[in-house]
């Protein structure tokens, strides 16, 4: 039997797999539009949209300046309209990925709403103003959560102070790429893994409503979707697969350091976010160790726990710029971001043929034998 559609308030999307949004520059039109175009949910990553069209912010030294210009009104609208574009048209259903953590935050999801955005997902903390900011649109509002715990403090003040639910609930596990919700030792302790979880957050979903359950991180293929669904899930939120797409919006020295990447390379870090975070480790990690990494300079003001950069010299690094420079294709300097199975792709392919192989178990090719020549 195929998968059912995942339905996320008035919205069906055809295969119940949800790109996920990953920033700085890994989804944005390109990658969230082609997989929207074929049946899945395209999201684009809100954080850092002055990289994408620098023509309409304000740059210091090439970054962005100040949260007004990093997080961008008017590249993050140019990139919803593009991958609407891709997808097919205005009626086309693309998501917006949006960090609790971000500064300007509110002013972020107003802007993604007004720019088109069908469906607000939102994590990296709790987004327990969200239906504030989105009051008056009908946008589908998706919170992240990493617990049951959290789940029922954000219905709890949904339902007490705003009168709704959630649409749907994503719920990661410590495999996934980029920051994680729970402390370094926690994410190494079973009761924390996605498999567990997955039933304590349908449990607790069960004391509210019926919207979808939607397991995330470290999810690679037909058999994991599968696993998940029949845990009772309605659909899964897929990220660091896509990021060996050619349609995928990272640049290509991202593509490949993530694609000679080994299974050891791929750890926790430290983060001015507070929180751990999985990437892999390169020239720039063991240069913050020997103390010779770019120094810290907080021009973006991008997230709210850094303040104004005094996180980020605890830790060594400032997250925008580094981000922005895997973005740009720096090796050098760059933030590579990866999800615990990230070493398993071996070269690129299609969004097409990756969601065959997702929906159908037809190989797409992405994961080849070892000895296998690399090429880009």
């Not at 304000?58 to 919803?80: C, F, M, W």
């Not at 924390?192 to 690679?220: C, T």
């Not at 392919?349 to 034998?369: A, F, N, T, W």
């Amino acid at each position: 039997m195929g998968f059912q559609p995942l339905r996320i308030g008035k919205y069906e999307i055809q295969y119940p797999i949800i790109q996920g949004g990953m920033g700085v520059g890994i989804s944005w039109e390109n990658l969230a539009g082609t997989v929207s175009k074929y049946g899945g949910l395209g999201v684009v990553s809100s954080v850092g949209t002055g990289y994408r069209h620098p023509n309409y912010v304000r740059l210091k030294d090439g970054r962005p300046v100040g949260s007004k210009y990093i997080h961008n009104k008017e590249a993050l609208t140019q990139i919803i309209r593009d991958a609407k574009d891709i997808a097919g048209g205005e009626k086309a259903v693309i998501g917006v990925n949006i960090l609790c953590a971000i500064t300007d935050y509110g002013r972020v999801v107003r802007d993604s709403i007004e720019a088109g955005a069908n469906i607000i997902i939102s994590g990296a903390g709790l987004p327990l103003r969200l239906p504030e900011y989105a009051e008056g649109s009908d946008v589908a509002l998706v919170p992240i959560v990493s617990s049951a715990r959290a789940l029922r403090v954000i219905c709890k003040h949904w339902k007490k102070k705003y009168n709704r639910l959630p649409d749907a609930v994503v719920v990661e596990g410590p495999k996934s790429g980029g920051h994680q919700g729970i402390p370094y030792e926690d994410c190494l302790k079973p009761e924390f893994q996605l498999e567990n979880l997955v039933p304590q957050v349908i449990e607790e979903r069960d004391k509210w409503g019926d919207f979808p359950v939607i397991a995330a991180g470290g999810i690679w293929d037909k058999n994991d979707i599968e696993f998940y669904l029949n845990l009772g899930a309605a659909g899964v939120q897929m990220g660091t697969r896509f990021v060996g797409t050619y349609e995928c919006d990272a640049s290509n020295e991202f593509k490949k350091v993530i694609i000679n990447a080994k299974k050891e390379d791929i750890q926790l870090l430290k983060s001015p976010v507070g929180y751990p975070a999985r990437g892999i480790i390169t020239k720039l990690l063991k240069d913050i160790e020997r103390g010779t990494a770019p120094e810290v300079k907080c021009v973006s003001n991008c997230v709210v726990p850094c303040n104004h950069g005094e996180e980020a010299k605890k830790v060594g690094y400032c997250i925008a710029d580094r981000l922005g420079d895997a973005y740009l294709g720096r090796y050098e300097t760059g933030l590579f971001f990866s999800g615990s199975n990230g070493y398993r792709i071996k070269r690129l392919v299609h969004v097409k043929d990756l969601i065959r192989e997702l929906v159908e178990g037809v190989p797409s090719g992405q994961e080849m034998p070892e000895d296998v020549s690399i090429t880009l």
